[in-house]
């Protein structure tokens, strides 16, 4: 005995609103998915350009050391963009909301550089300089 396949008369093929109503749920979590990892890998991304930041003021403040007498104590990177050691886009961390230029502070000891320290409240961006 075979099974006779019923259809309505006039109905066509399509997608119910169940069906829809699923697609748009998957279709959300995966969105909702991809932007936490968006934004995960954007503030991963801030905090590797402002090591690599406190890493090259580093670097420009012991060359400048070695050309001029320093004074121990803390010193802004903006007196450092004045005498030309660094360049401006150095001054400012990534992840500032402001516009300063003044997000890192030099320490100095005994005319070398000993730190650079990242002062953008909020967040913490660990580097030491040995």
Known sequence: MALKRFSRAGAQGGFTLVEMMVVVIIISI???MGIANY???????KLA???SNQRNIYQA???????????DGDMDVEDLFAVRAVARN???CPSSNNASF??????W???????????VEG???LWTAH
């Open 30 to 32: 995966l969105a909702a």
């Open 109 to 119: 000891l005994n005319g070398l550089p000993r730190d650079v320290s990242c002062d």
């Open 102 to 107: 003044d997000d890192y502070t030099i320490t």
């Open 123 to 125: 967040d913490s961006h």
């Open 61 to 71: 403040a012991t060359i400048y050391a070695s050309d001029n007498v320093v004074p």
């Open 90 to 92: 150095l001054c400012e």
């Open 49 to 51: 350009s402002c090591v």
């Open 39 to 45: 934004i995960r890998m954007s503030n991963h991304a």
